[in-house]
């Protein structure tokens, strides 16, 4: 392999655990379980396929907070019993189909908003906040590895 091969490789991964690294770093200072901060399959899609439709900031930010919406809603109707996650989650994919904002490691935000049982505040923080803060981390993070020489494209 030849060190272009191996900086395709090493950036995506370096910038994969550092991003993990920041949401866990802020899921404790929110004194929130690291569990309940939904990126790292975002942060995996934005590192390793940031050209990807669905890396797009629009469709992070909104597929996370449609999806926590999703399961909000479903477990303020329905209750929130386990077997409510397959409802929320396909009320999830289907609001993020219609505003063209899928983004689908999003969609464990509705499980997780009937299972764990988080404040309706989880839209909020960790979804909004988190989401907007992964998608500036990615852009930064993307900025810096192309002026490094690495393309900003997988």
Do not use: C, E
């Not at 989650?89 to 219609?98: D, N, P, W």
């Amino acid at each position: 392999m030849n060190s272009r091969g191996l900086l395709l490789i090493l950036v995506p991964a370096l910038g994969g655990a550092l991003g993990i690294g920041l949401m866990v770093g802020l899921a404790d200072a929110a004194s929130l379980p690291v569990t309940l901060a939904p990126f790292t399959t975002s942060i995996v899609l934005l590192m390793a396929a940031p050209a990807s439709a669905y890396a797009r900031a629009r469709n992070v930010v909104g597929g996370h907070v449609l999806s926590a919406l999703a399961g909000l809603l479903v477990a303020l109707v329905a209750g929130d019993s386990p077997w409510m996650a397959a409802p929320a989650v396909g009320l999830a994919i289907a609001a993020m189909q219609a505003t063209d904002t899928m983004h689908p490691p999003a969609g464990i935000n509705a499980l997780i908003m009937v299972v764990a049982h988080p404040s309706w505040t989880f839209v909020l923080m960790p979804a909004g906040l988190g989401a907007l803060i992964l998608v500036a981390f990615a852009w930064s993070y993307h900025r810096a590895a192309g002026a490094l020489g690495k393309p900003q494209s997988g």
